[in-house]
């Protein structure tokens, strides 16, 4: 089955600085990878994805590139801010009705 | 505008004791999904149906069951609950086809005394 690896696990930034999580996935047929941030004590929240025939998206500050060859995909946060202050988590499916795998997750420090 | 709506929010139950966590969608998403999660750990998918079709993981314990009686709900039964299944329980639900984001509840903590 699909295991999705997610780097680091913990990631510490001053503010205004990026922060980039990295992710590795096994499963070749997976071609669906949504990235979550979850507060605290809060729901896991989709806040950006990306499909296997792109290659990267982008949305304000946030990024995602995917490497479909090395099975590599990346969420990259610019100018963060302390409320980027989450845990964040990668996750892999092989589309609608599959399940999705989710990585580790990275807990996300903003130093202000 | 809850989509996804988990009941209870906070539930404690005794070692040993039936419990069951219900989950409810306004979405009419054909998959549902349920995970555990434990703290300061990714959530883990134990079992989903797709329409009536259940999908259990490979490794739920026999103690996890579920049903689905109706496309707006979902029920998770822990038959015997011990201090190990103390957990958050997140119910998710997606559309399948290229559409497949998968949107969650807020989760049931559950506290085994």
């Known amino acids: 089955g699909e295991n999705v690896e997610q780097h680091p696990s913990t990631l510490s930034v001053q503010e205004g600085d990026s922060a980039v999580i990295k992710c590795t996935y096994s499963?070749?047929?997976?071609?669906?990878f949504p990235w979550y941030k979850q507060e605290l004590g809060k729901r896991p929240q989709l806040i950006i994805d990306?499909?296997?025939?792109?290659g990267e998206k982008k949305d304000q500050r946030i990024a995602v590139t995917l490497n479909k060859t090395a099975k590599h995909f990346s969420l990259h946060i610019t100018e963060t801010q302390p409320e980027d202050s989450a845990v964040y988590f990668c996750?892999?499916?092989?589309?609608?009705?599959?399940?999705?795998?989710f990585g580790a997750g990275t807990r996300l420090f903003v130093k202000a | 505008d809850a989509m996804v709506i988990q009941n209870p929010r906070y539930q404690v139950t005794q070692f040993g004791k039936p419990v069951t966590l219900s989950c409810s969608q306004t979405?009419?998403?054909?998959?549902m999904y349920w995970y555990q999660q434990k703290s300061s750990q990714a959530p883990k998918l134990l079992f989903h149906?797709?329409?009536?079709?259940?999908?259990n993981e490979a490794d739920t314990p026999d103690n996890f069951q579920s049903r689905r009686p109706n496309t707006s709900f979902c029920f998770l039964d822990i038959r015997s609950p011990g201090l190990g299944d103390a957990a958050m329980y997140l119910c998710?639900?997606?559309?399948?086809?290229?559409?497949?984001?998968?949107?969650f509840g807020q989760g049931t903590r559950l506290t085994v005394v």
């Open positions: 149906y797709y329409d009536k079709d259940f999908n």
């Open positions: 499963d070749s047929a997976s071609n669906y």
């Open positions: 996750a892999a499916s092989k589309g609608g009705g599959f399940k999705t795998i």
């Open positions: 979405l009419n998403h054909n998959v």
């Open positions: 998710a639900t997606s559309f399948t086809g290229e559409n497949t984001e998968a949107f």
């Open positions: 990306i499909r296997s025939n792109v």
